[in-house]
Nanobody, 128 residues
Framework: EVQLVESGGGLVQAGGSLRLSCAASGSTFDYYVIGWFRQAPGKEREGVSC????????YYADSVKGRFTISSDNAMNTVYLQMNSLKPEDTAVYYC?????????????????????WGRGTQVTVSS
């Protein structure tokens, strides 16, 4: 079992920045993919970005490309999501998810079916 804890959410004005963290613990794998997802009220969950520690590859949804950056501290089993130029439409609960024994990322890695473990989420609210 892998436990995930997200942190770093909050309230920010449009144009501002936040950095989310996702810390993995428990029975973690040597190689994994961590994804960030978000869900706004009344909308389906959306894949935002993902990272593979096997090769350092990353993938972004078109809606956040150029504004969000995913990175990691492999020694700490932590993945970060730096969110810049935030927009009101970025408002959502942000979740991280973990897929163990996974190598590399593709567009398919933004599908929630890829992941086995999920955090409880952190709220991000962007005011206009």
């Amino acid at each position: 079992e892998v436990q995930l804890v997200e942190s770093g959410g909050g309230l920010v004005q449009a144009g501002g920045s936040l950095r989310l963290s996702c810390a993995a613990s428990g029975s973690t794998f040597d190689y994994y993919v961590i994804g960030w997802f978000r869900q706004a009220p009344g909308k389906e969950r959306e894949g935002v970005s993902c990272f593979s520690n096997s090769d350092g590859s990353t993938y972004y949804a078109d809606s956040v490309k150029g504004r969000f950056t995913i990175s990691s501290d492999n020694a700490m089993n932590t993945v970060y999501l730096q969110m810049n130029s935030l927009k009101p439409e970025d408002t959502a609960v942000y979740y991280c998810a973990y897929a163990g024994n996974s190598f590399g990322v593709t567009a398919r890695s933004l599908s929630d079916e890829t992941y086995d473990f999920w955090g409880r989420g952190t709220q991000v609210t962007v005011s206009s």
